[in-house]
């Protein structure tokens, strides 16, 4: 329990990331409009996703639930279709210098680990689907850059287990990212308390991987806590593909993460202090004891000679017991605030 007087702190900047992922629909110049409206929301990175399709799925694997929004019942064929080449990376990455914003990539194999490093990712981000992937999260942990871990799916054993990797080669800069893998995610499974719980089990910092429908779960997990925000976006909300439905829009995207500005900036101090304009407004606001109707010199003031009345400019209603039974020492006129040189 804190001892002693409470200290100013100033809360860390919330880390908003635009989640792109695969809604370029595997073409660069859309991916570059992703980048674009990224960075004029205000957002501090934007994400995709680096993938090789025949390392990650088998040729006949069925599309999840979400997945059919792409029209594809195979999940190969849909994925193939949402690549993008080594170089395309390369001209992202460099859009994204270019714009000031800070360019991630998921990487879903070894290789592609790799590759994001030398291309010079500041950190990684770890979906929530390859929580169980050991050799990506060993090639992960081995670069010892900054990494989100996405916990969907995960019990804590296997959380647990994924961060003794990573403690394994002495990699310690992890935010654990919470989130419940469904597109979208029902409101009643959200469960935005599991991120103390993780905060607690863990002894990291958390934040939110939103999958919900518009923007006020992600604002109510910055009041909670995050320090992280991840929010999918798209250009257009009917564009055909998995994840665009469950996307916010470019202004949508915008109002939230001005929302989130404002919330963080609404945490402020934690000493309960007056601010500059409640200092101001203490003189217009508060009241003072001032006379209820004129009173002569020599006066011995009762209780209803005085009435409490704005301006703050006369003794405090707190001192009213004490001026009770005091003599006026001069005239004092109705509604003029009384002081002690008035007694």
């Not at 290789?111 to 010079?120: I, K, R």
């Not at 109707?293 to 301006?311: A, H, P, Q, S, Y």
Request: charge should be neutral; glycine fraction near 6%.
């Amino acid at each position: 329990m804190e001892r002693g007087p409470l200290r100013k702190q100033k809360k860390p900047s919330v880390f908003i990331i635009a989640e792109a992922g695969v809604n370029h629909n595997g073409d660069l110049t859309t991916a570059i409009k992703l980048v674009d409206t990224a960075a004029k929301s205000g957002a501090n990175a934007v994400k995709f996703q680096t993938f090789h399709t025949e390392d990650l799925v088998a040729p006949e694997c069925k599309t999840a639930s979400h997945q059919k929004r792409s029209q594809e019942d195979n999940q190969f064929t849909m994925l193939k279709n949402l690549e993008l080449s080594k170089d395309e990376f390369r001209t992202l990455k460099t859009y994204c210098d270019t714009k000031h914003i800070e360019f991630i990539s998921t990487p879903y194999d070894v290789g592609s680990v790799s590759f994001l490093n030398e291309l010079g990712v500041h950190r990684f981000k770890i979906a929530s689907a390859e929580i169980v992937n050991k050799p990506v999260i060993e090639a992960v942990a081995q670069t010892r850059k900054p990494t989100l871990l996405a916990t969907g799916m995960a019990t804590l054993g296997e959380i647990e287990q994924a961060l003794s990797i990573f403690r394994g080669f002495g990699s310690n800069d992890i935010t654990l990212l919470h989130c419940t893998t469904s597109y979208p995610t029902p409101y009643d499974q959200v469960h935005l308390r599991v991120m103390k719980t993780l905060e607690t089990a863990f002894d990291l910092p958390v934040g939110y991987s939103d999958h919900t429908l518009g923007i006020e779960i992600a604002i109510m997990a910055v009041s909670l806590g995050a320090t992280v925000i991840e929010k999918h976006f798209t250009l257009d909300r009917t564009m055909v593909g998995p994840d665009h439905y469950t996307s916010l829009e470019p202004d949508e995207f915008k109002k939230m993460v001005t929302a989130l500005r404002h919330v963080e900036q609404a945490f402020g101090q934690r000493e309960k202090t007056r601010t500059e304009e409640e200092q101001k407004n203490i003189r217009f606001m508060r009241r003072s004891i001032h006379a209820a109707r004129d009173l002569c010199k020599g006066t011995r003031i009762e209780e209803n000679d005085i009435v409490m009345l704005r301006e703050n400019d006369g003794l405090s209603p707190w001192q009213r017991d004490v001026v009770i039974g005091r003599t006026a020492r001069k005239n004092i006129k109705k509604h003029q605030p009384i002081t002690w040189d008035d007694l």
